[in-house]
């Protein structure tokens, strides 16, 4: 018993009795399962434990996979909203009350669509930053690789994806500096995200290779002590002479006009001092 609870925690909950039974569980183990109320029946040949994710049940129930931002957000990657319909991929053309339904070829083995499935989705369906978001997520926790990103959107229409694919970085730790990036980008300045700086350390990003811009954001902070080692670089920057602009992440998320403005003016004020203090 304990072993097949084990196997449906790694399905996130559920799973049929044909990957059950394919994966070694005799039938009167599952049906002891389903008598002794350790697992349930929620849908035709699919059985779930009792805290698995509403959403999944409710795709086993129609018969569809999870996909575009609900996947994302079973399978922990970043999110700028979070989800609040559920959204599914089935292969017929049918509504399904209370979701998102996606068409696309499915597996019926499968509750949660793969990756690049779920990703195609996402740029079909959501704001083109919000996608992003996730597809960076994914790339930099190597659940999808990003050359088989670009492959998948490789058709003649998929030319603004494939430019929105070529700004990832797997070095990028938030999706703040995701926004922040594709903001800047947007206005035509030259970033680089995550870069080594002797004497500093790794910054969030850098324009035009001398404008530092830190993301204050203790959310997406993993530790106290990396909020720590934010401020060390902050007063190291400041020391060595570096440009600093600590930006907060309601201004990239909700006033993103007003970030790259910020970062346009002191471009302009500090600009010539820079290159001059180079030349030297």
């Given at each position: 018993?304990q072993?097949?609870?084990?196997f449906?925690l ?18 009167r ?26 959403r ?11 996909t ?12 700028l ?11 017929a ?20 669509a ?7 989705d ?6 083109r930053?919000d ?10 926790t ?25 700004t ?7 999706p703040?500096?995701?926004?922040a ?16 700086l ?14 530092i ?33 600590r ?26 001092r820079?290159r ?5």
């Open positions: 018993m072993q097949l609870e084990a449906l790694t399905s996130y909950g559920v799973a049929s009795y044909a990957t059950l039974t394919a994966n070694g569980f005799p039938r183990t599952i049906d002891q399962a389903l008598h002794t109320g350790i697992v349930r029946r929620v849908a035709r040949g699919t059985i779930a434990l009792p805290q698995a994710d509403a999944l049940v409710h795709a086993a129930r129609s018969q569809a996979s999870l575009c931002i609900s996947a994302a957000d079973i399978l922990g990657w970043w999110l909203t979070p989800p609040e319909t559920v959204h599914v991929r089935c292969d053309a049918r509504s399904i009350p209370g979701a998102v339904v996606h068409r696309g070829q499915r597996s019926a083995h499968r509750l949660i793969p990756p690049r499935q779920i990703l195609r996402a740029f079909r369906c959501l704001p930053l996608a992003l978001v996730m597809a960076e997520s994914a790339v930099v190597s659940a999808v690789g990003l050359q088989d990103l670009q492959e998948e959107f490789s058709g003649q229409q998929d030319w603004q994806v494939r430019a929105l694919l070529g990832i970085r797997r070095s990028t730790a938030s703040l500096e995701v926004c990036r594709f903001h800047l980008l947007n206005a035509g300045l030259r970033v680089e995200t995550e870069v080594a002797p004497g500093i350390g790794r910054v969030d990003l850098l324009v035009d290779g001398w404008l811009i830190e993301i204050d954001g203790f959310a997406f902070h993993s530790s106290r002590e990396h909020y720590r080692a934010d401020r060390r670089r902050w007063n190291a920057s400041a020391a060595g002479g570096w440009i600093t602009l930006i907060t992440a309601e201004l990239v998320l909700h006033r993103p006009e007003e970030f790259v403005d910020l970062v346009k003016k002191t471009r302009e004020m500090w600009g010539l820079v001059r203090r180079q030349q030297q």
